[in-house]
């Protein structure tokens, strides 16, 4: 079964201009939840997408935004970027549809770097 | 008081040896707390996650120990081997947000040979 896939791996981007990043999650998870990673913060929830619907949403200001398609790949969305938006975006996928714990699965990242 | 507090930051055992790394949390409404491993270049995997109605699971070398009255969870790896080296998180979620994970800030764990 293959894991999920986080593309694109690295990207180098300037400080205003905006990225996408894309996450396909293990076949079957309607789940997808991205945080972003960070030497001085850690690990940080931006947000989570079922059924292509927002579920939840992290402290992160409005230039961060996501979405998920019909056969459950999200993208998330960066505008105008900034140097502190330097960062490994991590993607999981989760299998589950109602609340309680899940076992999420994540993807290897996308490492993002703004000059 | 979201905050889950992680120590210690790095962790350098001999082979053989016990890993032991403590978390605190502070919101009484966390049910869910898993332990994740990352390597380097990869995503972080799930090791093995408590519920607040076990003080302790056990799963291989990998042990939980749970305290809800004071709010501290810790993991403990038994015959630690080089191959364990990497970092560590706690973290915490509570129902109808279980993915929703608020995370320690990660303990550098080193295995001697």
């Known amino acids: 079964k293959a894991g999920v896939t986080q593309t694109p791996r690295y990207l180098i981007k300037t400080r205003g201009q905006q990225v996408t990043l894309s996450c396909s999650p293990i076949s079957g998870h309607r789940s997808v939840s991205w945080y972003q990673q960070t030497p001085g913060q850690g690990l940080q929830f931006l947000f989570e997408?079922?059924?292509?619907?927002?579920?939840n949403k992290g402290n992160f200001p409005g230039r961060f935004s996501g979405r998920q398609f019909s056969n459950s790949r999200s993208e998330m969305n960066v505008s105008t970027l900034e140097l502190g938006d330097s960062a490994l975006y991590l993607c999981?996928?989760?299998?589950?549809?109602?609340?309680?714990?899940?076992?999420?699965?994540f993807g290897a990242g996308s490492r993002l770097t703004v000059l | 008081q979201q905050q889950v507090k992680q120590s210690p930051q790095s962790l350098i055992v001999q082979k053989g040896g016990i890993s032991i790394i403590n978390c605190a949390y502070e919101?009484?409404?966390?049910?869910?707390f898993p332990w994740y491993q990352q390597f380097p270049g990869k995503g972080p995997a799930l090791l093995i996650a408590i519920r607040p109605d076990v003080s302790e699971k056990k799963e291989g070398r990998f042990t939980i120990s749970f305290n809800k009255s004071a709010k501290q969870f810790s993991l403990h790896i038994m015959d630690s081997q080089p191959g364990d080296s990497a970092t560590y998180f706690c973290a915490a979620s509570r129902s109808g947000s279980a993915r929703q994970l608020t995370f320690g800030s990660g303990t550098q764990l080193t295995v001697l040979p």
């Open positions: 919101n009484t409404a966390f049910d869910y």
């Open positions: 999981a996928s989760s299998p589950e549809v109602s609340s309680g714990a899940n076992v999420l699965t």
């Open positions: 997408y079922f059924s292509e619907t927002q579920r």
